[in-house]
């Protein structure tokens, strides 16, 4: 039987590098360099609400960091540390394969921003995960959404829609081909930040 520190302990530590304590205090200990400030942002997906609860785990893992490395791309800032927060249906917290897929995905999309995980805290329930993360910008250079003016360009990336329309092929609104279909499903449970 898994306890909350036993998922932990098994899942969620890792070796840190910028980070002055990580896991397993009660809290994080992180320095900003001087000349930067802190952007910060906390996002929750819920099971039912913001994805589908038979999900595969490794890309639940992979779009919940996803989709907050995205707010500091935003910001125009440098992703740096993440807390998790899992709230686990009882099953899913003795579901070592789950648990194991989830952690690769996030952990996989992690090292190649090179984000650290610096703490957070699992609990039961239903199944809710929220990650808050913390980057750096340099001073007075964060972009605000404040910051927009009429005529600036609006620059995007991939293609505007394509995770709404999954959601509505997977909710059988829609039919799609089988290639419009893996391109669609991949913009919504494998976001690019």
């Not at 994080?28 to 997906?45: E, F, N, Q, R, V």
């Not at 249906?89 to 394969?97: F, K, P, R, S, V």
């Not at 039961?124 to 340099?138: A, D, F, H, M, T």
Request: overall charge negative; aromatic content about 8%; some cysteine.
């Amino acid at each position: 039987m898994n306890s909350e520190f036993d998922v932990i302990d098994r899942y969620f530590i890792r070796p840190w590098h910028n980070t002055l304590l990580g896991p397993g205090d009660d809290a994080a200990l992180i320095a900003c360099k001087p000349g930067m400030d802190w952007a910060i942002s906390i996002d929750t997906l819920v099971a039912g609400r913001h994805f589908f609860s038979d999900v595969d785990p490794a890309t639940l893992g992979h779009k919940v960091l996803a989709v907050n490395l995205s707010d500091m791309a935003a910001m125009g800032a440098t992703p740096r540390w993440a807390t998790l927060s899992l709230t686990l249906t009882e099953a899913l917290a003795q579901d070592d394969t789950w648990l194991k897929a989830f952690s690769s995905g996030f952990f996989a999309l992690a090292d190649q921003y090179q984000v650290e995980l610096i703490g957070g805290d699992t609990t039961g329930g239903p199944l809710n995960i929220s990650v808050q993360i913390i980057g750096e910008v340099e001073r007075e250079k964060a972009l605000r959404r404040s910051g927009a003016r009429p005529g600036d360009d609006i620059w995007v990336s991939g293609y505007l829609g394509d995770a709404a329309l999954a959601l509505q092929f997977l909710q059988q609104h829609v039919t799609l081909t089988a290639q419009e279909a893996v391109s669609c499903l991949a913009a919504l449970h494998t976001p690019m930040p």
